[in-house]
């Protein structure tokens, strides 16, 4: 999807400003450009897709592997308490699916964190 951000940053015709946090052939996983909280990752598949609510049977393995990537993601970085949100709709910035990991004392500000 050519218009798509993260389908930019993936294929590199947008520069990271860091290093990735993780990278396969896959998934991709950056620092959050606008952290809203002390540690926030975003995880993305690289197939794009558009969001959750339009993944389909076709991407459970992706999907599946997104999940599992996240627990090794706060394993490896020593996060033990943290929450993974999926943003959806129009509480979804960008039309790509990705996950927030995010952890720390300002969690409880995030709209929807809330438990």
Not at 61 to 73: C, F, Q, R, S, T
Request: proline share 8%.
């Amino acid at each position: 999807m050519v218009e798509c951000i993260f389908c930019k940053i993936i294929s590199g015709q947008i520069p990271l400003e860091r290093e990735p946090i993780y990278e396969d052939q896959d998934y991709l996983v950056i620092p959050d450009k606008y952290p809203k909280a002390e540690t926030h990752i975003l995880l993305m598949p690289k197939t794009h897709i558009h969001s959750v609510a339009e993944a389909d049977d076709a991407d459970r393995e992706v999907l599946g592997g997104l999940l599992i990537l996240a627990g090794k993601i706060a394993r490896r970085e020593t996060i033990p308490d943290f929450k993974l949100i999926f943003n959806n709709g129009k509480h979804a910035e960008i039309p790509h699916l990705h996950l927030h990991l995010v952890s720390g004392p300002s969690i409880s500000k995030i709209p929807g964190a809330q438990v």
